[in-house]
Nanobody
Framework: VQLQASGGGLVQPGGSLRLSCAAAGFPLVNYAIGWFRQAPGKEREGVSYISSTGGTTYYTDSVKGRFTISRDNLKNTAYLQMNNLKPEDTAVYYC?????????????????????WGQGTQVTVSS
């Protein structure tokens, strides 16, 4: 079971990035996916969630209206489109596979609900 996050980089405030999370060794279609981030000196934070079918998405308040999570189960890949990036979005971003295909709203951004984690990709927002 592997998750490979990619697409991070250095971008100016107001810019955009698209992160990808490629799954290997298991069918992504069976599992919900979450994106998390961890900034230096801060705790890991849940950013976004998508159910196994893609029918339900969920975002932390600070990224609503700016980030969009999606998935392509045929490509075994999930995505996080990040627009209007802000310096406070700077962090290492991780994708993770949930323990099931769907999570109740109170658990969607809880790391304890996720069984497998990718290695992370650095996002730096700076002028």
């Amino acid at each position: 079971v592997q998750l490979q996050a990619s697409g991070g980089g250095l971008v100016q405030p107001g810019g955009s990035l698209r992160l990808s999370c490629a799954a290997a060794g298991f069918p992504l279609v069976n599992y919900a996916i979450g994106w998390f981030r961890q900034a230096p000196g801060k705790e890991r934070e849940g950013v976004s969630y998508i159910s196994s079918t893609g029918g339900t998405t969920y975002y932390t308040d600070s990224v609503k209206g700016r980030f969009t999570i999606s998935r392509d189960n045929l490509k075994n890949t999930a995505y996080l489109q990040m627009n209007n990036l802000k310096p406070e979005d700077t962090a290492v971003y991780y994708c993770a596979r949930a323990r099931s295909g769907a999570l109740f709203s109170g658990y969607r951004l809880s790391g304890a609900q996720y069984a497998s984690w990718g290695q992370g990709t650095q996002v730096t927002v700076s002028s």
